[in-house]
């Protein structure tokens, strides 16, 4: 019976990523990801998974964002009871991140919420199947397959998963990576998400050399970022704006990893006496939670993270920052009448306490909006982006006045040239799946792959099977 994998999502589009890898009668899945966007996307969380949950074998989870994760806890519900595998800080980040996706889900917060897709106790009770590797660890879920999870310098905890089918004495040393060719094995490669390299704080993703297939993610297949130093340079400038209209900025951010990100260059503003007098707020109990884990992990963070905290013992934190952890609180910063600078979840502004500030702050023509991420299609901020100059927040129209500015260099994702240069550190000659992209960006990828990297790439569609 031969191998196969089988693209459930992230095919066609960014979200919702999900493979199913079947080898003779076993089956996993790498990845189980909430489907985010356009009604048409939400919708897909609430179709029957294509698949019998109770006969998956095992989960190896790549990371803890919702789009990777966020259907874990209806596979539960609906039968899953193999282990989920992934790394210590997945784990910890996961748990916060579907307990928060539980409450949302139960409370029925969206407009387009058909129905509960999972309540808080099929959370907690999928907590009970995980169990956790730390990176470059090689472990075998079951007879003749072999696991290790790799930095994918994303976000903290994220993981390039490699897996050996077959015979293999891949393991004899955990910290084994070059082993030949893989004998009688198939040896697959699933990216993950890439971290946008050089960015603070995360270390670089790691390099791979060798595979027969590599799945890998085109978030940003088709486009380059601006180099740090300029993301710097833009997000001062615009804090500086906000203070001298005595405006407000608005930034929203996911909860994980772009506040942890947006706080810890914040504080190096202060550190070097850049940051003008300004309130800074964060307005997102779940990014204050996701920070108190981070703070928990740094020994994962990059050389330069461990060289400040020889001097500032908490890089998150600095004068004139403040966080709301309550409604009452978050109510009270649309009564400042300065300058300030609020950063709040979500991050596409689809839901969370950002919206309740964009209905108050979108019209004032001195507010800016500062988006720091990539924006699905049929979210609040991919509208907002494409110049919309009427919007709906909570049913309401909301006219748009304020400035509406992004910055990509935030994202946590590899660019083109990112992505190149990750798949460029294969020594073997793998066939590349292109997945984690809009068409554009992967048939653009695909493009420079066979270009300048003379491999063989494949762009799957929604549920195709192939064999490997």
């Not at 803890?64 to 039968?79: E, M, N, T």
């Not at 907690?124 to 199947?129: A, G, M």
């Amino acid at each position: 019976m031969a191998n196969t994998i089988q693209f459930l999502g992230a095919a066609e589009i960014v979200t919702g990523s999900s493979y199913l890898v079947s080898v003779d009668s076993v089956k996993f899945l790498v990845d189980c990801g909430l489907f985010q966007g356009e009604a048409a996307a939400d919708r897909k969380n609430y179709r029957p998974f294509p698949y019998d949950p109770s006969k998956i074998n095992f989960l190896i989870l790549t990371h803890s964002h919702l789009d990777h994760c966020g259907l874990i806890p209806k596979l539960y519900r609906d039968g899953f009871r193999g282990k989920i595998y992934c790394t210590p800080a997945t784990f910890d980040l996961a748990k916060a991140i579907l307990t928060n996706a539980a409450q949302i889900q139960e409370h029925g917060v969206t407009d387009r919420q058909l129905e509960a897709l999972f309540i808080k106790r099929d959370a907690t009770n999928s907590f009970k199947l995980f169990e956790t590797y730390e990176y470059g660890k090689v472990f075998s879920p079951i007879s003749n397959i072999k696991v290790k999870l790799n930095d994918a310098g994303h976000i903290l905890g994220a993981a390039i998963v490699e897996v050996w089918i077959g015979n293999s004495d891949v393991g004899s040393s955990p910290w084994t990576l070059d082993i030949g060719h893989y004998g009688e094995a198939v040896k697959l490669v699933f990216s993950g998400d890439l971290g946008n390299s050089p960015v603070p704080i995360m270390k670089d993703p790691t390099i791979i050399k060798e595979a027969d297939y590599v799945v890998c993610e085109s978030t940003y297949g088709n486009r380059l970022h601006e180099p740090p130093s300029t993301r710097e340079k833009n997000l001062l400038a615009a804090i500086q704006q906000a203070k001298r209209d005595n405006a407000k900025l608005i930034i929203p951010s996911f909860a994980l990893e772009r506040s942890q990100d947006l706080l810890y260059t914040l504080n190096n503003f202060r550190n070097n006496g850049t940051l003008p007098d300004i309130p800074v707020i964060l307005d997102s109990p779940l990014a204050s939670e996701i920070t108190d884990i981070y703070k928990r992990y740094t020994k994962l963070f990059d050389a330069d993270f461990q060289r400040y905290l020889k001097t500032d013992k908490d890089l998150f934190d600095f004068p004139g920052f403040r966080q709301t952890r309550t409604v009452v609180q978050s109510k009270t910063i649309n009564e400042l009448t300065g300058a300030a600078v609020i950063i709040a979840g979500s991050g596409m502004a689809d839901a969370g306490r950002v919206q309740h500030h964009l209905r108050h702050q979108l019209g004032n023509s001195k507010n800016q909006v500062l988006f720091v991420g990539f924006q699905t299609p049929g979210t609040l901020g991919r509208q907002l982006l494409s110049g919309l100059k009427q919007v709906r927040i909570f049913r309401q129209r909301v006219i748009v006045k304020a400035q509406i500015k992004e910055l990509g260099a935030f994202s946590a994702h590899a660019d083109q040239a990112g992505l190149l240069k990750w798949l460029s550190g294969f020594t073997s000659q793998p066939i590349v799946f292109l997945t984690h992209g809009e068409d554009p960006a992967r048939e653009a990828l695909a493009n420079q792959i066979a270009r300048q990297l003379k491999l063989k790439t494949v762009i799957p569609v929604m549920g195709e099977l192939k064999t490997i």
